[in-house]
């Protein structure tokens, strides 16, 4: 079981940037796939991006395309997901999520959560 941390949430004006971060401890990192997901007040979780357990190759939500950039660091058992061009509709609580290898865009394929940080979007 590993256990996850956000940080970097906060309040930013449509158009600005900003970074998450995901601290994981408990187990070796580069075991887990790591994901980010999303959930808006009166919706389920949406998928946002997804990195592999064994190299660099992330995937993204049609969404976040262009939009969002994930990385992970194993060494220091971190991953970030740097957020460019913000909009009011990305107003929502960003929760990473991890997992023994996977490669699924399912909230219930993913057996950790951090406690969600809250991006709030300003117009």
């Known amino acids: 079981q590993v256990q996850l941390v956000e940080s970097g949430g906060g309040l930013v004006q449509t158009g600005g940037s900003l970074r998450l971060s995901c601290a994981a401890s408990?187990?070796?990192?580069?075991?887990?796939?790591v994901a980010w997901f999303r959930q808006a007040p009166g919706k389920g979780r949406e998928f946002v991006a997804m990195?592999?357990?064994?190299?660099?190759?992330?995937r993204y939500a049609e969404s976040a395309k262009g939009r969002f950039t994930n990385t992970r660091n194993n060494a220091e058992n971190t991953a970030s997901l740097r957020i460019s061009s913000l909009r009011p509709e990305h107003t929502a609580v960003y929760s990473c999520?991890?997992?023994?290898?996977?490669?699924?865009?399912?909230?219930?394929?993913?057996?950790?959560w951090g406690q969600g940080a809250q991006v709030t979007v300003s117009s």
């Open positions: 408990g187990t070796r990192f580069s075991d887990y796939s």
């Open positions: 999520a991890a997992s023994s290898p996977v490669r699924s865009d399912l909230p219930q394929a993913w057996h950790s």
């Open positions: 990195m592999n357990w064994n190299d660099d190759v992330a």
